[in-house]
């Protein structure tokens, strides 16, 4: 991603408000008995860069230990038993994907991770927040999402990596109704998937100064007996110089794209966005510094 896209895309986040009415007062939601902090308009501020600890991002129904990786528990909470509650022939292409895995992971091969997925992989996300504006950015593959007030219509018909997000606040969480998304992306790595009816239900709730409590609840009547959710946490990057470095991708010999490490000598082009956005600034002062 070049200065000007870079620069782009937290233009427009600047541009799109989310003018959704200021969350009850504290106390009249059972979410959270934290009162966190807020900005001018009562919001409570997200603002930060925030990360999962968990491996849901190999299997959310959870997985035994291996290659160097503890085991885990699924993420999955509703049903109690912790299983994505697949159709008949659903459960037949999760398993043909779940084969196929080392090649057909939608994310491996540097495609947007989607909805859910991309607030549980690896790497922290950031979000984007001043008073009637809210967006939420990734590190994988230049990914953001602008989340727009919920009196917005959903553009329907228009299938989108990352969704068509629309938010509102109940009490001091945040809400965030996502459709329009696509059916090109995966929910974890061993194939778990979905279908382009997925609709998606967020849930973002503050329970202390550097956790959050995502949940997730997803409906797709082609690929799911009945609507499950998801739970896990969400954690605080509390260095002083925490950045959301862009992630590069790179084609190999045998024609996939594959991520390169930031660091990586090949990954010419990386950059954080303050960066990009510092340097798009200068230039366009040094050229009216230019004119007669």
Same mark, same amino acid.
């Given at each position: 991603?070049?200065?000007?896209?870079?620069?782009?895309?937290?233009?427009?986040?600047? !541009?799109? =408000?989310?003018?959704? *009415?200021?969350?009850?007062? $504290? %106390?009249?939601?059972? #979410? +959270?008995?934290?009162?966190? &902090?807020?900005?001018?308009?009562?919001?409570?501020?997200?603002?930060?860069?925030?990360?999962?600890?968990?491996?849901?991002?190999?299997?959310?129904?959870?997985?035994?230990?291996?290659?160097?990786?503890?085991?885990?528990?699924?993420?999955?909470?509703?049903?109690?038993?912790?299983?994505?509650?697949?159709?008949?022939?659903?459960?037949?292409?999760?398993?043909?994907?779940?084969?196929?895995? !080392?090649? =057909?992971?939608?994310? *491996?091969?540097?495609?947007? $991770? %989607?909805?859910?997925? #991309? +607030?549980?992989?690896?790497? &922290?996300?950031?979000?984007?927040?001043?008073?009637?504006?809210?967006?939420?950015?990734?590190?994988?593959?230049?990914?953001?999402?602008?989340?727009?007030?919920?009196?917005?219509?959903?553009?329907?018909?228009?299938?989108?990596?990352?969704?068509?997000?629309?938010?509102?606040?109940?009490?001091?969480?945040?809400?965030?109704?996502?459709?329009?998304?696509?059916?090109?992306?995966?929910?974890?790595?061993?194939?778990?998937?979905?279908?382009?009816?997925?609709?998606?239900?967020?849930?973002?709730?503050?329970?202390?100064?550097?956790?959050?409590?995502?949940?997730?609840?997803?409906?797709?009547?082609?690929?799911?007996?009945?609507?499950?959710?998801?739970?896990?946490?969400?954690?605080?990057?509390?260095?002083?110089?925490?950045?959301?470095?862009?992630?590069?991708?790179?084609?190999?010999?045998?024609?996939?794209?594959?991520?390169?490490?930031?660091?990586?000598?090949?990954?010419?082009?990386?950059?954080?966005?303050?960066?990009?956005?510092?340097?798009?600034?200068?230039?366009?002062?040094?050229?009216?510094?230019?004119?007669?």
């Amino acid at each position: 991603m070049n200065r000007r896209i870079a620069a782009s895309i937290l233009t427009a986040i600047a !541009a799109v =408000a989310l003018c959704v *009415a200021p969350p009850r007062a $504290a %106390g009249q939601s059972a #979410a +959270s008995p934290y009162s966190p &902090p807020r900005l001018s308009d009562s919001t409570p501020d997200f603002r930060g860069i925030w990360q999962a600890r968990a491996t849901a991002y190999i299997n959310v129904e959870g997985h035994p230990a291996a290659k160097g990786i503890a085991a885990a528990r699924s993420i999955v909470v509703e049903p109690p038993d912790g299983k994505i509650p697949y159709l008949p022939d659903a459960l037949k292409q999760r398993d043909f994907n779940f084969k196929n895995r !080392a090649a =057909a992971d939608p994310a *491996a091969n540097c495609f947007q $991770a %989607g909805v859910p997925r #991309a +607030s549980y992989l690896p790497t &922290p996300f950031q979000f984007v927040q001043s008073i009637g504006n809210l967006a939420i950015v990734y590190t994988d593959n230049h990914a953001y999402r602008i989340v727009e007030p919920s009196s917005v219509p959903h553009d329907d018909g228009i299938d989108f990596f990352m969704g068509d997000s629309r938010g509102q606040w109940d009490g001091d969480t945040l809400v965030v109704d996502v459709t329009d998304l696509g059916d090109q992306t995966w929910l974890d790595e061993v194939g778990n998937f979905h279908s382009d009816q997925l609709h998606v239900v967020e849930r973002y709730t503050l329970l202390g100064p550097d956790t959050m409590r995502y949940e997730a609840r997803l409906e797709d009547p082609r690929t799911y007996a009945k609507p499950w959710t998801i739970r896990l946490l969400l954690y605080r990057d509390k260095q002083p110089a925490a950045r959301i470095t862009e992630d590069e991708c790179l084609e190999g010999a045998d024609g996939r794209w594959h991520h390169l490490s930031p660091y990586d000598s090949r990954a010419v082009a990386h950059h954080d966005y303050d960066a990009e956005l510092a340097a798009e600034a200068k230039a366009q002062a040094q050229a009216g510094a230019a004119k007669p």
